[in-house]
């Protein structure tokens, strides 16, 4: 039925030899019925963490609060959990405290869709107490039991709905989908890293452009107004097509998403959202100058110029976010963007042949540093200024690069 790796196969069987129950649950067993390869397999069992703690030689107390203990097997960690009653109810109103249970049905019930639902393990085989076997032929995300219930304990599972239809590419329950509209205020309460990190898997899955049911649904109507407001506006029906276009990366798939937006807006989004800050400022970046590859003009000085004033990364991005703009503009429209096409590849050609011939295009490639000038008696501001007018120079003239020459140069000033 399921090929389990041979390491959980035998942490199963270790726990059932000691006398109770364990199953592979949750992520791992939908990703395998779909034909998929899990990230991980996470076990959950009837045996307390103390008890698995004496039947394994390594183990870990990485969660033992919420009943999980990582049991280690040839330097790979596993996680084993404990069947539990209740949810992570981290809304910051239900106490964190954990009822374990030693029913599997009770563990499968706490849990949020019923394709996360299935346990499984080469004794008893397939545990589907809610239907999610169905669920998954039916391409279905369906909440376990009263979806208004499930959905008031944990106001995450929400977005969690509309992310796993974005991964899996599932429709959401009807019932399930009305909850959402239902009880979409309570999202409010959840902390905006948990929101964060919904919010990203969605945009790097294979269908981004679901990201507008967070619109639809009001989830984001008052967390995120102002992300709202630009899904709610015509311009997501040209956001839409470009995120699918751009690269899943977090700096594309965000820049795509604010694209509308002027940077600075885009970057009081992506502040709140609390990201990283080489994603805010890659994507800041790419809105900021995504029109730039169109103002270059096409010969070399004007790209190393460029890829001095942008940096030659940022300048790839740039390039790829305009091969994406271009492609969707096109199917949008159905007319091809000749002109731009042919002046992207040009730059694009120029670009790499600066690159593979090692012309200067940065202060640091420069022949000659701040030190060579200090010792020729230059001090404070005039040194950058300097630099950056030998600079200009060797960008127009890359064979002028040399210690002598740029020297002899500065007589010359
Ligand atoms: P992925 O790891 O690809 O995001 P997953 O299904 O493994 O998907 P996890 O967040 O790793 O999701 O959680 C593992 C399992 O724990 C889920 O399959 C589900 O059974 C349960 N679960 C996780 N979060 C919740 C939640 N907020 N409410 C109820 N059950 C949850
Ligand atoms: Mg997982």
């Given at each position: ?165 974005a ?29 964060q990190?919904?919010l990203t898997k969605t945009l790097l899955s294979e269908h981004p452009e679901i990201v ?27 956001v839409r097509?470009l995120l699918k276009n751009v690269p899943a990366t977090k700096p594309m798939r965000y820049a795509a998403l604010l694209s ?6 885009a970057?009081?989004?992506l502040?709140?959202l609390?990201l990283?800050?080489?994603t805010?400022?890659t994507a800041?970046?790419i809105i ?29 991005q740039?390039?790829t976010y305009?091969?994406a ?89």
């Amino acid at each position: 039925m399921i090929e389990l790796p041979k390491d959980v196969r035998m942490i199963i069987s270790m726990i059932e030899h000691s006398g109770f129950e364990a199953y592979v649950v949750g992520g791992c067993v939908r990703d395998t019925l779909m034909g998929r390869t899990p990230d991980d397999w996470d076990i959950t069992t009837s045996a307390r963490p103390e008890e698995i703690k004496k039947i394994f030689v390594k183990t870990v107390d990485t969660g033992i609060k919420h009943g999980t203990v990582t049991v280690i097997v040839r330097g790979q960690g596993y996680e084993v959990t404990t069947y539990r009653i209740d949810g992570e109810y981290t809304d910051g109103r239900h106490p964190s405290d954990v009822r374990y249970t030693r029913s599997l049905r009770d563990d499968l019930m706490r849990r949020d869709f019923t394709i996360n639902a299935i346990a499984y393990n080469d004794s008893k085989g397939l545990r589907d107490e809610y239907g999610g076997l169905g669920d998954l032929q039916r391409r279905l995300i369906r909440a376990v039991g009263d979806p208004v219930d499930r959905f008031s304990e944990d106001a995450l599972r929400m977005m969690r709905a509309i992310r796993f239809s974005a991964q899996l590419g599932f429709n959401i329950d009807g019932d399930t989908y009305k909850a959402i509209i239902a009880m979409s205020r309570g999202i409010n309460q959840v902390s905006i890293e948990r929101v964060q990190t919904e919010l990203t898997k969605t945009l790097l899955s294979e269908h981004p452009e679901i990201v507008t049911e967070y619109q639809q649904t009001g989830l984001f109507l008052e967390i995120l107004p102002e992300l709202n407001s630009l899904l709610s506006s015509r311009d997501a029906q040209k956001v839409r097509p470009l995120l699918k276009n751009v690269p899943a990366t977090k700096p594309m798939r965000y820049a795509a998403l604010l694209s509308p937006l002027n940077s600075d807006t885009a970057k009081q989004i992506l502040k709140k959202l609390r990201l990283d800050n080489a994603t805010i400022d890659t994507a800041v970046n790419i809105i900021k100058y995504s029109k730039e590859e169109e103002r270059i003009s096409e010969n070399e000085y004007s790209v190393r110029e460029a890829m001095y004033r942008l940096g030659p990364r940022l300048l790839g991005q740039l390039f790829t976010y305009a091969e994406a703009d271009i492609n969707t503009k096109e199917s949008v429209t159905g007319l091809p963007m000749r002109s731009r096409r042919i002046h992207l590849n040009t730059i694009k050609r120029y670009c790499d042949e600066i690159i593979s011939r090692g012309d200067c295009v940065s202060l640091k490639d420069l022949d000659i540093s701040g030190d060579d000038l200090m010792s020729m008696g230059l001090s404070g501001p005039e040194i950058g200024e300097t630099l950056e007018w030998l600079l200009h120079i060797v960008l127009e003239n890359p064979k002028l690069n040399e210690k002598q020459t740029l020297l002899a140069m500065l007589d010359t000033k």
